[in-house]
């Protein structure tokens, strides 16, 4: 029987083999069921197969938004396996893969940054957008992290994914400390949070909305960098690495 393998919090380590080594191996996934299995969750089709030295094969996916994700099956055929890939260099290689495929550039200067909320820190350099749900908790995770950097301007802007994040989205783009609000959207007082004093934050949290649609964006939370970089999800060493760089 073919068995699918998901990995969340657990890390496969592939020690002392050389990634990606080749394309086109000589197993044919396309008739393995359990790929067949997942290429139907997604809707989608194979587009690039790697071997990854003498035990993986990668699969390359991608669904009818174009959007690619990554899957794992052994030599044999017996296990597919989703989760992430360590490699002896302690780097998360699944990540590393997905952001080279799904890599998405954006005109940073054709976004209005008068539309999202601003926050500046230091010097106010490098400049960012987050893209924030109240009650996503991968979002209090990155504004925590956020909070210990020194320097940048982060503009906020939000994606309602529940029902009771658009009131709290719209009291929090109105209010004075947006990243306040955002982290703690059931302790703060509504007297602090004054939706009638800006009458346009529908026009804004809609041109938010249309931003992150251009930049694939759909879940959060979701970074555009002032380099045009996307960044989906928090992926701490890439931002890291941006704040850093400090351009």
């Known amino acids: 029987m073919k068995k699918v393998i998901y990995l969340t919090s657990v890390l496969v380590t592939l020690v002392g083999i050389a990634v990606f080594a080749s394309q086109n191996p000589t197993l044919d996934v396309t008739k393995l069921e359990h790929v067949k299995y997942i290429i139907g969750l997604i809707e989608g089709n194979i587009v690039e197969t790697n071997k ?27 296990y597919l396996i989703l989760g992430q890939l360590l490699n002896k260099d302690k780097t998360l290689i699944t990540d590393q893969r997905l952001a080279e495929l799904n890599k998405i550039i954006i005109d940073w200067n054709s976004i209005d940054k008068s539309k999202f909320a601003k926050v500046v820190k230091g010097n106010g350099k490098p400049e960012l957008i987050v893209f924030l749900d109240p009650y996503c908790p991968h979002c209090h995770k990155a504004l925590d992290w956020l909070e210990t950097k020194d ?33 703690n959207p059931s302790t ?60």
């Open 188 to 247: 703060v007082s509504d007297t602090t949070l004054n939706i009638e004093s800006c009458p346009n934050i529908s026009e804004l949290i809609a041109y938010q909305g249309t931003t992150a649609n251009k930049a694939k964006i759909t879940g959060t939370p979701g970074f555009i960098l002032s380099n045009g970089e996307v960044i989906t999800g928090f992926i701490q060493n890439r931002l890291e690495k941006f704040l850093k760089e400090g351009k």
């Open 52 to 78: 990854i030295g003498n035990h993986l094969i990668e699969i390359v996916m991608e669904n009818p938004k174009k959007a690619k994700f990554i899957a794992y099956v052994t030599m044999d055929g017996e």
């Open 151 to 183: 320097n940048y301007t982060l503009y906020i802007g939000a994606i309602s994914l529940t029902p009771k994040s658009y009131e709290v989205i719209q009291k929090a783009l109105c209010s004075k400390d947006p990243v306040i609000v955002f982290r």
